[in-house]
């Protein structure tokens, strides 16, 4: 600082740190709230920024950086408050000042112990198979004309931003279409870890035309094969969609870890999805291998063939199917595995692309509360955070998600608390494999209007 102080200019100082962590109090305890507003060069970013004398009557400038996690930018305002700290040109501040809310020395409750694995087909990609069209035109769509399901790549980057342990992509889309479903993926913002594609051209030159259609042998290996090489006190949450048997797969695997599962079940269960006989030993070998831990807090639902939540309930209330992606927000918000700001940018992705109201977005909580899969403390946490919105947060969406938190403040009042953790159902896999595949079934039917 020293050296700093000896400069013709008032040395700058740059306030940094997490979103929430008193960034703004002590900035105004600083400066008296004698701030001066105005937009950081080529984005609409609030520049704040006011004076404080240092000892010796040395006057100097304190910036009020924009919150951010790492120095790993996904936002624009994170941008800034990167650029700010490291710029790419000019000068650095003279000093950075680093708040931490003491309370919450990890603001990243995922860091390093949760696994996200998602699906992609109607899970993230609005993606149509149901027809011979559907699956030409699908096959010759460039990155840029596929369609993100609204909500999914905003919620996966907040999620990525938590540093999880790992984001697992499993699809059963052919390895041929790798090059273009990667780029779509980066032109969302997208960070994975691994991406795992059906090798479905290796399958027809064997011969083994079953496994096309297969999903229970194919996905359930990939999870187990990952499975096997994470420490056994990772948990997980798991997203796929009522357009095939993700809840089903999901589901046994989850047991399966949590050895709930015995063999000859399983074997029933493969040998009914048509898995071939000389696959079922990689199988059990990966069972053999896989951690007993039950890790799996969530699997996620979502109801592209807007099928009815009650048609899940048999699995138990660790599955939760869900109609939006601010849905799940919630979920893991009240879980812990999430921030309000998080959820909050979800929301706003929502109303900004699709269109969402207020009152979209209250009937999504309601929706949960009444299901019983989030309580008053997800709510009170989205209500703080909004309460502590000031007008040039959020930009244009500031009123839509002000509105939402007066009208959730009074939805909430209803609202039960989630019911403490019960030991999950014990299910009939075999029996209700031919019930879940009826069920995609119907649920398929319903889409094509027949």
Same mark, same amino acid.
């Given at each position: 600082?020293?050296?700093?102080?000896?400069?013709?200019?008032?040395?700058?100082?740059?306030?940094?740190?997490?979103?929430?962590?008193?960034?703004?109090?002590?900035?105004?305890?600083?400066?008296?709230?004698?701030? /001066? !507003?105005?937009?950081?060069?080529?984005?609409?970013?609030?520049? #704040?920024?006011?004076? =404080? $004398? +240092?000892?010796?009557?040395? @006057?100097?400038?304190?910036?009020?950086?924009?919150?951010?996690?790492?120095?790993?930018?996904?936002?624009?305002?994170?941008?800034?408050?990167?650029?700010?700290?490291?710029?790419?040109?000019?000068?650095?501040?003279?000093?950075?000042?680093?708040?931490?809310?003491?309370?919450?020395?990890?603001?990243?409750?995922?860091?390093?112990?949760?696994?996200?694995?998602?699906?992609?087909?109607?899970?993230?990609?609005?993606?149509?198979?149901?027809?011979?069209?559907?699956?030409?035109?699908?096959?010759?769509?460039?990155?840029?004309?596929?369609?993100?399901?609204?909500?999914?790549?905003?919620?996966?980057?907040?999620?990525?931003?938590?540093?999880?342990?790992?984001?697992?992509?499993?699809?059963?889309?052919?390895?041929?279409?790798? /090059? !273009?479903?990667?780029?779509?993926?980066?032109?969302?913002?997208? #960070?994975?870890?691994? =991406? $795992? +594609?059906?090798?479905?051209? @290796?399958?027809?030159?064997?011969?083994?035309?079953?496994?096309?259609?297969?999903?229970?042998?194919?996905?359930?290996?990939?999870?187990?094969?990952?499975?096997?090489?994470?420490?056994?006190?990772?948990?997980?949450?798991?997203?796929?969609?009522?357009?095939?048997?993700?809840?089903?797969?999901?589901?046994?695997?989850?047991?399966?870890?949590?050895?709930?599962?015995?063999?000859?079940?399983?074997?029933?269960?493969?040998?009914?999805?048509?898995?071939?006989?000389?696959?079922?030993?990689?199988?059990?070998?990966?069972?053999?291998?896989?951690?007993?831990?039950?890790?799996?807090?969530?699997?996620?639902?979502?109801?592209?063939?807007?099928?009815?939540?009650?048609?899940?309930?048999?699995?138990?209330?660790?599955?939760?199917?869900?109609?939006?992606?601010?849905?799940?927000?919630?979920?893991?918000?009240?879980?812990?595995? =999430?921030?309000?700001?998080?959820?909050? @940018?979800?929301?706003?992705?929502?109303?900004?692309?699709?269109?969402?109201?207020?009152?979209?977005?209250?009937?999504?909580?309601?929706?949960?509360?009444?299901?019983?899969?989030?309580?008053?403390?997800?709510?009170?946490?989205?209500?703080?955070?909004?309460?502590?919105?000031?007008?040039?947060?959020?930009?244009?969406?500031?009123?839509?998600?002000?509105?939402?938190?007066?009208?959730?403040?009074?939805?909430?009042?209803?609202?039960?608390?989630?019911?403490?953790?019960?030991?999950?159902?014990?299910?009939?896999?075999?029996?209700?494999?031919?019930?879940?595949?009826?069920?995609?079934?119907?649920?398929?039917?319903?889409?094509?209007?027949?």
């Amino acid at each position: 600082m020293s050296a700093a102080l000896s400069l013709s200019r008032a040395p700058l100082i740059a306030l940094a740190g997490n979103p929430n962590a008193g960034k703004t109090t002590l900035f105004n305890a600083l400066t008296g709230s004698r701030a /001066r !507003v105005g937009n950081y060069p080529g984005v609409t970013v609030d520049r #704040r920024s006011g004076t =404080l $004398t +240092l000892p010796g009557e040395v @006057r100097a400038e304190l910036l009020d950086v924009p919150g951010t996690y790492s120095l790993s930018a996904r936002s624009p305002e994170e941008q800034v408050a990167v650029d700010v700290v490291l710029p790419p040109h000019g000068a650095a501040p003279d000093a950075v000042v680093v708040t931490v809310d003491a309370t919450a020395t990890d603001a990243r409750p995922g860091r390093g112990r949760l696994v996200y694995r998602w699906d992609l087909d109607k899970t993230y990609l609005r993606t149509e198979f149901d027809t011979v069209r559907d699956l030409v035109k699908t096959a010759f769509e460039s990155a840029a004309q596929k369609r993100t399901v609204p909500g999914a790549a905003a919620l996966l980057r907040e999620l990525r931003a938590t540093e999880p342990r790992g984001i697992y992509i499993v699809s059963g889309s052919p390895e041929q279409l790798r /090059r !273009v479903l990667e780029a779509k993926l980066k032109l969302d913002g997208i #960070r994975w870890d691994s =991406l $795992t +594609l059906k090798p479905q051209l @290796r399958a027809i030159l064997r011969g083994r035309f079953r496994f096309l259609r297969d999903q229970v042998g194919y996905k359930l290996g990939v999870l187990l094969e990952t499975r096997a090489d994470l420490p056994a006190e990772i948990d997980e949450y798991l997203f796929g969609d009522d357009a095939e048997a993700d809840a089903f797969i999901y589901s046994i695997y989850a047991d399966i870890c949590a050895g709930r599962v015995e063999s000859d079940v399983l074997m029933d269960v493969l040998r009914a999805a048509g898995v071939y006989e000389d696959d079922l030993p990689r199988i059990v070998r990966l069972v053999s291998r896989t951690p007993r831990h039950d890790s799996a807090r969530r699997i996620f639902i979502h109801l592209d063939r807007v099928s009815s939540p009650v048609a899940f309930e048999e699995y138990g209330p660790r599955v939760c199917p869900f109609y939006n992606y601010f849905q799940p927000a919630l979920v893991l918000l009240e879980q812990g595995a =999430l921030g309000a700001q998080g959820a909050l @940018r979800v929301a706003a992705e929502l109303v900004i692309h699709h269109g969402f109201t207020p009152d979209a977005l209250v009937a999504s909580y309601v929706d949960l509360a009444q299901r019983r899969h989030v309580g008053r403390r997800a709510a009170a946490m989205l209500v703080d955070a909004i309460d502590a919105l000031e007008e040039t947060h959020f930009a244009t969406t500031y009123p839509v998600l002000k509105r939402f938190g007066e009208e959730l403040e009074t939805a909430m009042r209803d609202s039960a608390e989630v019911p403490p953790v019960t030991p999950p159902l014990s299910i009939d896999y075999v029996d209700l494999f031919s019930r879940d595949k009826a069920r995609a079934r119907r649920a398929r039917e319903r889409v094509l209007g027949r």
